[in-house]
T-cell receptor
Framework: GNSVTQMEGPVTLSEEAFLTINCTYTATGYPSLFWYVQYPGEGLQLLLKATKADDKGSNKGFEATYRKETTSFHLEKGSVQVSDSAVYFCALKSPGGGADGLTFGKGTHLIIQP | DAGITQSPRYKITETGRQVTLMCHQTWSHSYMFWYRQDLGHGLRLIYYSAAADITDKGEVPDGYVVSRSKTENFPLTLESATRSQTSVYFC??????????????FGPGTRLTVL
């Protein structure tokens, strides 16, 4: 079956540091890949998405590239801010159809210190 | 406001009681989903629905019942609540099956405590 593996953290960085959160997956075929962000007390918000190999998703300074050869979708940001403190979830969706649920990683808790 | 809403946002109940969590979306999305979020597990799919009157089990369906008589509503019922069902429940919806429209949009969640 499908699975997603990501570092759980907490990951603590100083403001303006470079961020990488690793995400690797196991799936058949070519899934769609997602990063969601959850701020304290809120639901999940879509951060970025990629649907095919070598696609790069980007939003709010965050980027992730769909690497089929390494089955990875690592999240990066060049200079983090305190407001980026949140839990980040990597997820995949099988290509089979709209009714397929997302398979999530366990989430990475990111803490940015001023 | 348009979007996806859940009610109640917080609920405390006792073991053995029936509880219904509501989910409503205004986008007329075909697909709707229920997930639970637990520490150490991330989010896990409970049930999903492809359209009105079409529902199916996800990864962790035991102890839950769903219905979908209208496209916009997708209630989740715990028929006899247990402590292991203490969790945060998220509803989500998406427009379609192809890659351009398969993004799922999440509600704000319901925090359920079963005593």
């Amino acid at each position: 079956g499908n699975s997603v593996t990501q570092m759980e953290g907490p990951v603590t960085l100083s403001e303006e540091a470079f961020l990488t959160i690793n995400c690797t997956y196991t799936a058949t075929g070519y899934p769609s890949l997602f990063w969601y962000v959850q701020y304290p007390g809120e639901g999940l918000q879509l951060l970025l998405k990629a649907t095919k190999a070598d696609d790069k998703g980007s939003n709010k300074g965050f980027e992730a590239t769909y690497r089929k050869e390494t089955t990875s979708f690592h999240l990066e940001k060049g200079s983090v801010q305190v407001s980026d403190s949140a839990v980040y979830f990597c997820a995949l969706k099988s290509p089979g159809g709209g009714a397929d649920g997302l398979t999530f990683g366990k989430g990475t808790h990111l803490i940015i210190q001023p | 406001d348009a979007g996806i809403t859940q009610s109640p946002r917080y609920k405390i109940t006792e073991t053995g009681r029936q509880v219904t969590l509501m989910c409503h979306q205004t986008w007329s999305h075909s697909y709707m989903f229920w997930y639970r979020q637990d520490l150490g597990h991330g989010l896990r799919l409970i049930y999903y629905s492809a359209a009105a009157d079409i529902t199916d089990k996800g990864e962790v369906p035991d102890g839950y019942v769903v219905s979908r008589s209208k496209t916009e509503n997708f209630p989740l019922t715990l028929e006899s609540a247990t402590r292991s069902q203490t969790s945060v429940y998220f509803c989500a919806s998406s427009d379609g099956g192809d890659r351009s429209s398969d993004t799922q949009y999440f509600g704000p969640g319901t925090r359920l405590t079963v005593l």
